[in-house]
């Protein structure tokens, strides 16, 4: 891989996410030579690619260089590859590009669609956690409303114009309300042919409310700002089967689509080569102790959303979401260093900042320890947090420029079919 030599212990990070890149960054110039290995060349700001699938965002501002991140430490290094295994009994690492030896491993791999066995649903759905990914949902549903202003039929124009989106979290809401708000403010201009009553958006979720990981108090709230926008929220309801058009559920309710978001779970990215007993099956997730140091080794740690650590306030493991990697790539950085000075880690106790998640326009829900509030104040909060979570001064800018236009134009300036989707 063509990593300098040093005499330097190697820290070898594998992720570039949340987790990787906080790491990587409390590592700099700390007296360890740190490598860097991601698939991609980017980071991307995954709580924002939905709006890169509904066109309010273009890719290139959510997503920041990976290099650029670590371009300042002269011991840092990044290398563009695929991990194929880890080797412990080596110290290696096998990639795409070659092996490479280190002195503390760790992996922040994060996660993968989870489509619970389903083939079909696999084979024809669209998931959403890269930015190609983001990207071809854009297409499809830009082409959707193409092909729906030439459909012959009214039964072929309404499969092109009802988009089905599975899972209820935040993803899910977040995205019915971003295509909801297509609906009201874009198809009504630039489509004067199509009838906007004839689109419909359906919001499926197995739980008997919406954003299920979220107090009641939002959920209501929620339910109560998709329905205004005209949004057909189900619960209790999952999908069975889906055939790239027919949408079978486990209720009643059967419709024909061209457009299923599957956004009903993640499970854990894995790297084979570690005991068995370290990886928890069922999740995918690497158990972990305090330390974040994967059951088995001393040398090697899992953080973020791939690490699952059991404490008494998190028996199942901490939530999949940002914070918690963030907080351990921090922590993990400054234990790392203790390490080699021959020094205590400090063990890892969460803090919960809360959570949220934006339904459209003004619309959105807030839940902090004490306080539980929703509507304007909460989405000035959500886009006050996610504008300053962005990583880069220039994708802060452009976000908060694109922002600031839909806003007062009630548009989407990003409605390019710059790479079209094949089903």
């Not at 809401?173 to 609906?183: D, F, R, S, T």
């Not at 300053?388 to 908060?400: D, P, T």
Request: some cysteine.
């Amino acid at each position: 891989m063509n990593i300098p030599e040093s005499h330097l212990p190697r820290v070898v990070i594998v992720g570039g996410g949340f987790a990787g890149i906080n790491l990587a960054k409390t590592l700099a110039n700390k007296n360890l030579q740190v490598v860097l290995i991601d698939k991609h060349n980017y980071h991307t700001f995954q709580p924002l690619l939905y709006q890169v699938s509904s066109s309010g965002l273009e890719p290139d501002s959510i997503a920041y260089p990976l290099r650029k991140i670590i371009k300042k430490h002269s011991t840092s290094f990044f290398r563009l590859a695929e991990v194929q295994q880890i080797l412990p009994d080596t110290n290696e690492v096998a990639t795409s590009i070659g092996k490479v030896t280190y002195d503390y491993l760790v992996i922040a791999t994060g996660t993968k669609t989870n489509f619970f066995g389903n083939t079909a649903i696999e084979s024809h759905s669209m998931p959403m956690k890269t930015v190609p990914q983001a990207l071809n949902i854009r297409s499809l549903i830009l082409q959707n409303f193409e092909k729906a202003a030439i459909a012959n039929s009214k039964e072929e124009r309404e499969a092109f114009l009802n988009f089905v989106i599975v899972g209820g979290g935040p993803t899910g809401v977040e995205l019915a309300g971003a295509i909801a708000e297509l609906k009201n403010h874009i198809l009504p201009r630039d489509y004067h042919d199509l009838n906007p009553s004839d689109m419909n958006i359906h919001l499926l979720e197995g739980a008997d409310r919406v954003l299920p990981p979220m107090s009641h108090h939002a959920s209501q709230k929620a339910e109560r700002f998709l329905k205004a926008l005209g949004v057909k929220v189900h619960c209790k309801t999952f999908v069975e089967n889906y055939d790239g058009l027919n949408v079978k559920t486990n209720s009643d309710l059967e419709m024909q689509s061209q457009t299923l978001i599957w956004a009903a779970g993640v499970t854990g990215a894995p790297v084979e080569g570690l005991k068995a007993d370290a990886l928890m099956e069922r999740a995918n997730r690497y158990r972990v102790n305090t330390y974040n140091q994967v059951q088995g080794y001393d040398n090697i740690f899992a953080i973020g959303d791939i690490a699952l650590m059991e404490t008494e306030d998190y028996p199942k493991g901490h939530p999949q979401v940002a914070q918690p990697a963030i907080q351990q790539g921090k922590l993990l950085g400054h234990n790392i260093v203790n390490l080699v000075r021959n020094k205590p880690m400090k063990a890892f106790t969460y803090y919960d900042k809360g959570s949220m998640a934006t339904i459209g326009r003004n619309k959105a829900v807030v839940d902090l320890k004490r306080y539980k509030f929703g509507g304007f104040f909460a989405w000035f909060i959500w886009m006050f947090v996610h504008l300053m979570s962005l990583v880069g001064f220039r994708n802060r800018v452009v976000v908060l420029f694109n922002w600031t236009y839909n806003y007062i134009n009630f548009d989407k300036a990003a409605r390019l079919i710059i790479r079209p989707f094949k089903k």
